[in-house]
């Protein structure tokens, strides 16, 4: 006898409609259905009147794709009942509005009449969702103690943001590399010009040369001072030939102490053997 | 810089730790039974526990200004407060320090664990929430409210310096969800909630969006902090129990496992966290220097990570980078592996910027330490023999100029020794 008050009990608190509550033992799942699922993308002025536009879906096949851009709202209406046509709200009913990457869970509320709603502003969402256009999967989760889970998908949308997707760094990732621009060399000219302006230097020399000739020069004025002043000065020149090769500063100077009294002392003489002629 | 290195190898070599000293704070002594087998696994790899109820009045981390234990496990789902000188502030100052914090919670979680949480980048869904998924819940263990919920690898993080290498089977969890911040760095979601899972109170239908729902939830998360201390923060203090390490699991959806994974797992994770794997320490520093710019700079070290048994072996990645900074980087390279032994180098040209330049390691990798290396180096411009010579578009003014020279020496020699003949002068 008490047994059976027992089993009366259990049965009683199992057919209570509305099914939250955590179960303390486990009973047989209830089968329940998603009824008159309509979904629609609209704009926000008609976005009022839910009497017409939708497209109907029967659980469980799938809507045609749809497009949501983020001045539209995105509304769906669909119903949960038992296998005696009972309404019902389980503990778990979501949208999921998801991507590989990206998820959005949305509540549905519930009308009057039983009917579960969502309607929602695509831009309010966006941050959520990184502003990450592209194909989503709409789907609904049904869930609860004492109901078998339903996991539907609804429908393949794409959703189009008007903003910059929100890309948030890894801090783990490999930073990009780095080349360091070095400055770029100047443009010279080409050889070539350069050796035209080379021979047209050498030329003067040339030219000096022909023309001496033509005026006619003799060399009446040799003394041994004068060509030891030349050579000493021939001296001074190659060392600063040497110092344009490579010699450094210093050598080059030093170089120059040996030279320079030579070419001062026979220069002193050979300026003075000049004197002596132009007095005569 | 000699002494730097000196200063972080002691560092590295006190943060590198073998097991050690342990305090395990529990809600009831009983838990000692619950999760033994988890306790063994610490005891027989060497770790040092010391059980202490969560209200002793007589608890304290630190005696004389010395922390007394390198690690901390708070198996302290329902404490408000805990006893003696541990608060929140005392368990911060610990990670701070470079402890390590193995937390666990349930769906009763107190306050001080929520604090601690958010301390740690963490947010823990309100008190009395549970994680339910219809979808998979493990029918053996469930008592029909779907909260012995299953997962399966896919939602731990492949990141086997974490979670070993072993081939997770399906594994079981019943608590909190939690969420992570994913702004922080520093945070990672060790195992994320799956899609049809979410966290919410049993006692009515949810009307608004759960904190936790989907994959964005997390039922494990772990933080390691700049000083590479680390925390783990589980959602479920039953996964961790023998019941959970020896069940069966079997759901409603398509998992199934002779025996759970939690076992391999939360020894993988324990492991992790008490600074067993994804240890790396590093040695001998070596590159030029003073450079002149355009010069070619080559920079090494050595890298060597702990391996199972607890010697240092060779890093195993495959690159680390390398910037070169003069308070931006001018150049960031990848240092390749050059030798068996760790060895990591690069060389590369020096920037044509003189200045007072820094080699600069910051290596970060998932689940291991942060490397963080930096050695200063001058970059001197060229001498002015350095400079190019010989251009042949300039060589119009050398020839000038030695025309110039020869000509001075023509022209003197012309000069001083040209004589007028004498027959013009009679002329005249």
């Not at chain 1, 008050?5 to 033992?25: D, R």
Request: charged letters at 20%.
């Amino acid at each position: 006898m008490k047994r059976l008050f027992h089993f009366l009990l259990v049965l009683g608190l199992a057919s209570i409609p509305s099914c939250t509550g955590q179960a303390s033992q486990k009973s047989p799942l209830k089968e329940i259905t998603v009824a008159e699922l309509k979904l629609r993308a609209i704009d926000e002025v008609n976005a009022a009147d839910w009497s017409s536009g939708f497209e109907s879906v029967t659980y469980p096949n799938k809507a045609s794709p749809l497009t949501i851009t983020d001045d539209q709202r995105f509304q769906m209406s669909f119903a949960i009942r038992d296998s005696d046509r009972v309404d019902q709200q389980p503990h778990q009913v979501f949208v999921r509005i998801a991507s590989a990457t990206k998820e959005l869970i949305l509540v549905p509320f519930v009308d009057s009449l039983k009917f579960f709603k969502l309607d929602f502003d695509l831009k309010s969402k966006a941050g959520q969702l990184d502003n990450a256009s592209g194909r989503y999967e709409v789907s609904l989760i049904v869930g609860d103690a004492k109901v078998k889970p339903i996991l539907w998908t609804i429908a393949n949308v794409h959703l189009k943001f008007n903003g910059e997707p929100i890309r948030i760094p890894d801090y783990y990732e490999q930073k990009p590399e780095i080349v360091h621009m070095f400055r770029e060399p100047e443009k010279r000219p080409h050889v070539f010009v350069s050796n035209v302006f080379s021979l047209a230097v050498v030329l003067l020399f040339v030219v000096m040369l022909l023309l001496w000739t033509r005026v006619g020069i003799s060399f009446g004025n040799v003394t041994a001072s004068s060509l030891l002043f030349q050579a000493s000065l021939a001296v001074i020149l190659y060392i600063e030939y040497l110092f344009y090769l490579g010699n450094d500063m210093f050598t080059t100077l030093r170089y120059l102490t040996w030279a320079a009294p030579f070419a001062l002392f026979f220069g002193r003489r050979m300026l003075a053997h000049l004197a002596k002629i132009e007095e005569q | 810089m000699k002494l730097l290195l000196a200063i972080s190898l002691s560092l590295f070599a006190l943060a590198s730790a073998v097991p050690g000293e342990t305090l395990v704070l529990v809600d009831s002594l009983s838990f000692r039974d619950t999760h033994s087998q988890f306790f063994n696994f610490l005891e027989e790899r060497g770790y040092k526990l010391t059980f202490k109820q969560a209200d002793d009045s007589t608890l304290t981390l630190k005696k004389y200004g010395e922390f007394l234990y390198k690690h901390l496990i708070l198996f302290t789902p329902t404490t408000e407060e805990f006893g003696g000188t541990i608060n929140v502030q005392a368990l911060t100052e610990f990670i701070d320090n470079g402890g390590n914090v193995l937390a666990a919670v349930n769906s009763r979680v107190g306050n001080v664990m929520k604090e601690l949480a958010a301390e740690c980048g963490f947010e823990v869904d309100s008190e009395g929430n549970q994680m339910f998924d219809h979808h998979n819940y493990d029918v053996y263990l469930d008592k029909g409210d779907h909260t012995v919920i299953a997962f399966d690898s896919s939602q731990v993080i492949d990141v086997p310096a974490m979670i070993g290498t072993k081939k997770l089977e399906p594994m079981l969890f019943s608590g909190i969800g939690l969420i992570t911040d994913r702004k922080n760095p520093l945070v990672t979601t060790v195992i994320r909630s799956s899609a049809t899972a979410y966290s919410a109170p049993a006692s009515k239908a949810v009307t608004s969006t759960p904190l936790v729902a989907g994959e964005k939830g997390a039922l494990v998360a772990s933080l390691q902090a700049r000083n590479n201390a680390r925390v783990l923060f589980s959602g479920s203090l039953s996964m961790f129990s023998n019941e959970y390490l020896d069940a069966v699991v079997k759901t409603n959806g398509d998992l199934m496992a002779v025996k759970s994974g939690n076992k391999d797992l939360v020894e993988s994770l324990a492991r992790w966290v008490f600074k067993e794997t994804g240890v790396l320490r590093y040695s001998d520093v070596k590159h030029g220097g003073p450079y002149t710019v355009m010069d070619n700079a080559s920079f090494s070290m050595k890298v060597e990570m702990l391996d199972n048994a607890g010697k240092w072996i060779p890093y195993d990645a495959p690159s680390i980078q390398l910037e070169f900074v003069r308070i931006d980087p001018f150049v960031r390279t990848e240092m390749k592996r050059e030798a068996n032994d760790g060895t990591y180098g690069v060389t590369f040209k020096v920037p044509d910027v003189y200045g007072v330049y820094r080699f600069k390691v910051d290596h970060r990798r998932r689940g291991y330490d942060n490397l963080v290396v930096a050695s200063q180096v001058s970059v001197h411009p060229l001498q002015h023999t350095m400079y190019e010579r010989f251009i042949p578009a300039a060589k119009p003014y050398y020839w000038s100029a030695f025309s110039m020279m020869l000509g001075l020496f023509v022209f003197s020699f012309v000069f001083i020794h040209h004589k007028e003949p004498a027959s013009k002068h009679k002329k005249e």
